[in-house]
């Protein structure tokens, strides 16, 4: 999405109320990955320019290090991750350990998430996690 939409209203046009707000929406869903994974794009760039970091190295918290931004940039790429994980059918299996199989030990196969496979049956899609 190019924004984040707030829309705020004192009354609902839908709903008859004597109270003065009616209600409030907050809205996320899986497009804020996107957001989120721009968000990443436009830090790495800055962090690889180290542009505007000397400010931050003044003040005593930064003074040795900037690891609090690579813990803040791990920690919105776990987002970003989860947020991708959940469009996924066995979204329910996120973050779960699984049993040690033979492809578990494979190198650069994600194990987080089960073999699956989908079928169409009468027009609908099912999925089965095997």
Known sequence: PASVQVALARKSPFVQTRHKVSGFLLANHTSMAELFDRLLT???????????????????????SLDEFDSAREVVANLVEEYRACERPD?????????????????????????????????????RAY
């Open 42 to 64: 436009q830090y790495d760039l800055i962090k690889k320019r180290n542009a505007f970091l000397d400010q931050y190295r003044r003040e005593p918290m930064f003074a040795e």
């Open 91 to 127: 979204y329910v299996q996120y973050g779960i350990p699984q049993a040690s199989t033979a492809s578990a030990t494979t190198e650069g196969v994600d194990n987080r998430y089960p073999a699956s496979s989908s079928s169409s049956v009468g027009g609908s899609t099912t999925a």
